[in-house]
């Protein structure tokens, strides 16, 4: 097993703040009930509960939030945050950490992550909202893997759960907000 580097700083750290400042929620009011790991549908896969995150992130252990795999791996379903009694939103701090690792230079644990949020924001911003086939075949392209999973891709298809064709409804009003996104970042 590898070694892995704590920082510790039991005093509010630059990481509480930035993460407080990012997800605007308090971290602190966590009160270690696991509720919030009870209920997540990708617990399983994770590497750490959402409630660790939390607890690492009270501490002030950047190093173990930002190179977990779990905050790649949340799917932001905010069932975390629904099953939360303290009201802190779970799914917006594992948001708020994928935003400052990002910024950071953190580089993401699960590799294929950071593809697909590439491909998917590309695919919105082309198509206005989620164009599965072109999502399916930028995903194929960036990873080379042309062949996985084609026969799910089959069974979905006969099914009606991909359409070959995108929908164009939206795609003005979302270039729009990515224009204005851009303009508002480029200051």
């Not at 960036?142 to 062949?147: D, I, Q, V």
Request: glycine share 6%; aromatic share 8%; with cysteine.
């Amino acid at each position: 097993m590898s070694e892995i580097h704590i920082d510790y700083n039991p005093a509010l750290s630059d990481f509480v703040l930035a993460l407080s400042k990012e997800s605007r929620q308090d971290v602190n009011a966590c009160f270690q009930c696991r509720k919030c790991a009870a209920g997540c549908p990708v617990a399983f896969a994770m590497d750490l509960t959402p409630t660790q995150i939390i607890h690492a992130a009270r501490l002030g252990l950047e190093n173990i939030v930002l190179n977990s795999r779990t905050i790649w791996l949340c799917a932001s379903c905010q069932t975390c945050t629904t099953r939360c009694p303290q009201d802190v939103d779970i799914a917006r701090v594992m948001d708020a950490a994928r935003i400052i690792a990002v910024k950071r230079g953190v580089k993401p644990s699960v590799k294929s992550v950071r593809n697909f949020f590439k491909t998917a924001v590309k695919n919105i911003s082309w198509f206005g909202r989620m164009y599965e086939l072109g999502l399916i075949m930028g995903l194929k392209l960036k990873s080379g893997e042309f062949t996985k999973d084609m026969e799910l891709g089959k069974q979905m298809f006969m099914k009606g759960k991909i359409k070959i064709l995108p929908s164009f409804k939206g795609m003005r009003d979302t270039r729009r907000i990515y224009r204005a996104v851009r303009k508002k970042e480029s200051r």
